[in-house]
């Protein structure tokens, strides 16, 4: 049994619910409700190797970086970054969440997710941004939990990093 | 005899030497008494020996527990345990007894089934409650990773259900971190134990690893010390792989053995020699008098809670309360419009059906119960708003009279005892109200007016009255009315007139009595009035009077800054002003004006195109009628005049320009050649006249393809029948091809910056009068025009003559012969212009 401790960390409302139950349960819901603390789901990911159990700790998304509890992260392997692509502001917000992770833990692999990406018109988030990142060798990828699309892709991206 | 004595009794003194020695002997006597005492004691009457050896013994106890008293206790151990054992076995069956007692009335579905069990088993009915009641069993027991909350391993008891067990760990070290992270506790401890109803977790905390245990029921508090043994074992047999556990947990997988053992501890296989009836007798006291003291503690704390939460409502007063047997009762006094008592007790616990409230209805005085009670009361309208301010009623805003009275009444009513209502800033509305603030606004407006004293004002059934005095050049106050909202039909005012003294008034009526000329400006200088300016000496005398008719109380009247002006004086002063105005006028030069008698005089030359030197006489001021002129016309050679007149005589085409540099003509630009030549024989007359006139920079216009469609057009005609002024539908063509022509010679043309201009003239042949040939002629041109216009050639661009016989195409006498005359005829030439 391999089992990998995931954090999913971003602002306010950005989808890191939605992303979860988009990978755990294939479902996704219009309805926001705030996560109050943590809500942990599991998923199995097969590898032809091996197995691993992603426990995925979503985390509640907080825009004040100075309310979040970043003992929540403690023993984790991997961090899922959500970034809502309608609101440029919450690019900072999941970088500062993971610095702030990172100076208290150590770096980490982690994906980063430009969400919402099913909702074109309100996009923000300029192409060039996110090549520069990716310059950086960061694995983005633009998710929709509404549509699905590259959900599953992000998070096996992540369990093989992890696995290893 | 000796020897006989020895022979006959020799035997019995050897014996009764060995007797008294033995006597003699303490030791001897000793252990032959020690040899027969028991026997002796035994035969010895009961009563005797136990009161001969009942001292002794005491005192032989006695000693011995002074000297150590552990001895005795040692002794009598296997004697005491038994006893105890049964008094204590006694006693408690004294309580199963009572406590079967009290149990043999309920008939719960367990004490059914209790009483099944302890009639088949043969056990008392409380010991079997007893028994249950003290089941417990460890069904799982979860190993997990301290820093990240990942499961290590779990096992489970026989038949019990559990959720994903790995969901379940990271869950629990979620709720460790929280309550850490909430409470601010140290690392070290977290929850050791949780209860969910039936369930427990009890965790226990190692270095890396935390061991929760799932125990449903009444685990005994040692089970503490079991589970953390076995915590310490793993700790200690897997020290490395816990630390440095990735969650992977293949290498820890035979931890799952000495968790087994957790998972196997319940009840019945707990330890054998323990005393668990004497264990179970003391729970079974202390824990329902535990339980009920806490429960009682709990709703007696629940109670006053209640109680305090109660008495701090406003609007209600708790007069007392008590609890007694379970039941709490309360009384007092509410106001029917404080929160209901009864609805208070949601959410506190209590229960409802044990509480006897009595409550009586009275009216707080508290003034937000005041003031609900008026808003209740006197339904304030919306413009008005009540609010506590300081233990007052405040009520602001705008109401009606009727409600303001319904308002005081309230506060009349109100002021024993009660909070003040204070309604003075409630600003009446009513109509009444209302007009008479709008009549003050009025009479105010008019005190400001100046030349108006209001002496006197009323109100009185609704109508407004005033009067006073007003200056005759004051604002009238009727037209004040307006805008003030104050109906002007029940206004009635008097007026008496009468002169006021303040100085504009004063200047208002010297303006207009004097009729001041223009070249007298009146104004008012610190009280004063003064003019200024210059005036005949008539106009001068008329205000020297009134000012003294003034002296009386009014204003001051200055004219002494008024100079004494003739009109013939100032008549020639507007004169030379005309005059200088003339001779800046460029293209005219005055030669020679004199003034006479009160009449002018001028002459001297100007230019056609100069201005119009009558036209500069208005605004002088000079009388027209005296004015008498005598002008030559002369060409200006000023460059400006000569441009004019070139522009007139040469018409340059729209691609020339004239322009002046520095004092000389410059002509640039496209143009024919016929007028560049004409252009160059103007420059040439000019030079004479010292006037510049530069054409060398005139380029030709390059008018060889128009040339080719001039000759085209002008080549062409359109042919009539005798008589007739309408061409015949052959010419159709003729007309179409020449429409087409003339559009495109008059759009070069325009291109070209010219215009271009097509002569339509009508012939005749000499058949018939002289006279409708003419006629004929000029309406055939017409016809034309008509024709071409109608193929969309410009009617402007059309000129049209009839020329009669005049200008036959062919000498006449030979159409005669063929009767066919080619000069019935329209032919075109083309003007460029
Ligand atoms: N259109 C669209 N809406 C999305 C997407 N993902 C999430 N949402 C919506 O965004 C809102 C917030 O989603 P959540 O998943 O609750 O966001 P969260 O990050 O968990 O929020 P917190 O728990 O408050 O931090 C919800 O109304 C979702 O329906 C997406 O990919 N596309
Ligand atoms: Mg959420």
Redesign the interface.
Known sequence: ?????ICMLGGFAVGKTSLVRRFVQSIFSETYLTTV??K???KSVAFPDKTV?L?L?DLAGEDDIGSF?V??V????GLVLVVDGTRPATLAVALTLRERVEAEFGAMPFVLLFNKSDLADRWAIPDGEIDELRQLGWQIYLTSALSGAYVEDAFRQLASMVAK | METLRQLLVGREISELSRVAHLLDEPEQLAAAVGSVLPDAAARASHAQLGEAFAPIVERAAQRSIQKNPRTLTDILYPVFLPAIRKSIGEKIDQTFQSLNESLRHIFTWHGLKWRFEAWRTGASFSEVVLNHSLVYRVEHVFLI???????IAHVTAENAMSE?P??IS??LS?IQ??V??SFNEKEQSGLDTIRFGELRLWSEVGPFATLVSVIRGNPPEELHEIIRDVLLRIHDEYSQALEHF?????QLASVETQLQTCVELKHEESNEGFPWLVVAAVLLVLIPTGIWFFLSWQSGQRWQAYVSRVASQPGIIVAEQTARDGQFYIAGLRDPLAADPQSLLSGTQVDPARVHANWQFYQSLEPEFVLKRLTASLAPPDSVRLSVVKDRIVAEGEANATWISRAQAAAQQLSAGGPVFDISRVRDVSPEARAAEHWQAYVSRLGTQPGIIVAEQKIRDGQFYIAGLRDPLAADPQSLLSGTQVDPGRVHSQWQFYQSLEPEFVLKRLTASLYPLKSVRLSIVDNRIVAEGEAPDTWIDRARAAARLLSAGGPEFDISKVRDVSPEAREAEHWQYYVSRLEAQPGIIVAQQTERGGQFYISGLRDPLAADPKALLSGTQVDPARVHSQWQFFQSLDPKFVVKRLTASLSPPKSVQLSIIQGRILVVGEAPAGWISRAQAAAEQLSADGVVLDVSQLRELNLAELNHLREAIQTTDIFFSSGRVVPGPEQSPVLDRLADQLKEFAENARKAGVTARFMLTGHSDTTGRETANASISAARAETVRALLNKRGVAPELLLVRGAGTFEPAVPENENSRTGNSTNRRVSVTVNLE
């Open positions: 049994m391999l089992q990998k401790k603390g943590v942990i789901d599991k159990d426990i700790w509890r003992s929540y403690r023993g984790a392997t | 990773d301290r820093s990240s909350g990942l499961l994903d790995q969901l990271s869950m979620a971190d929280f850490r992270d990735d969650g992977d947990s293949s």
